[in-house]
């Protein structure tokens, strides 16, 4: 059964940095690319970042350089470092493993995700 | 990186059939058959409802279908049942090798 676990979250002063951890179970991370999602509260949801089973990353304009998507293979987990946290960067992360049929450009698992709260 | 545009609340009553629509550009719906669409619950994570514009998942109902012309994609769910209550959110795959959201659409079942 796959399952992803996210943890890591919670509250951060602005400028500060966390690591968020998405175990993974079922599936290979690796063999995989996979992708942050984000929920800011009340809001909807916006891709953060992605790690292509090659190793490639990409991000959206509103993380890049702050933000750094990295996996472990031995310990088939997804990370999110993110770094100059700001107020805008509180939402809800959420892991999610792409898709496993077709051109696999989809999320067909998520993690419950993990709060993060930017706030002094 | 601009967001895909829905609309923000669709409503029908039971039995009846809604669309919800997502209008991107050349560089992500109109680029690519890589269109999806998830179902999220309050304080639920989201649910994959249709892939690659029109594929349905095992286990979702085929009362949810999905279609796209030129830059717009849209998702029809058929005789509305009262659990489908729910935000429904469209991605595409982009030409950046990115994925994007729209900002999705908050369907009331009445």
């Known amino acids: 059964e796959v399952q992803l676990v996210e943890t890591g979250g919670g509250l951060i002063q602005p400028g500060g940095s966390l690591r968020l951890s998405c175990a993974a179970s079922?599936?290979?991370?690796?063999?995989?690319?996979m992708s942050w999602v984000r929920q800011a509260p009340g809001k909807g949801l916006e891709w953060v970042s992605v790690?292509?089973?090659?190793?490639?990353?990409y991000y959206a304009d509103s993380v890049k350089g702050r933000f750094t998507i990295s996996r472990d293979n031995s310990k088939n987990t997804l990370y999110l470092q993110m770094n100059s946290l700001r107020a805008e960067d509180t939402a809800v992360y959420y892991c999610?493993?792409?898709?496993?049929?077709?051109?696999?450009?989809?999320?067909?698992?998520w993690g419950q995700g993990t709060l993060v709260t930017v706030s002094s | 990186q601009s967001a895909l545009t829905q609309p923000a609340s669709v409503s029908g009553s039971p039995g009846q059939s809604i669309t919800i629509s997502c209008t991107g550009t050349?560089?992500?719906?109109?680029?690519?058959?890589?269109v999806s669409w998830y179902q999220q619950h309050p304080g639920k994570a989201p649910k994959l409802m249709i892939y690659?514009?029109?594929n349905r998942p095992s286990g979702v109902s085929n009362r949810f279908s999905g279609s796209k012309s030129g830059n717009t994609a849209s998702l029809t769910i058929s005789g509305l049942q009262a659990e489908d209550e729910a935000d429904y959110y469209c991605?595409?795959?982009?030409?950046?090798?990115?994925?994007?959201f729209g900002g999705g659409t908050k369907l009331t079942v009445l």
């Open positions: 050349s560089s992500d719906v109109g680029g690519y058959n890589y």
């Open positions: 079922g599936f290979t991370v690796s063999s995989n690319y």
């Open positions: 690659d514009v029109s």
């Open positions: 991605s595409s795959y982009t030409s950046s090798s990115t994925q994007v």
């Open positions: 790690i292509y089973s090659g190793g490639s990353t």
């Open positions: 999610a493993r792409r898709g496993f049929y077709g051109s696999g450009h989809y999320f067909d698992y």
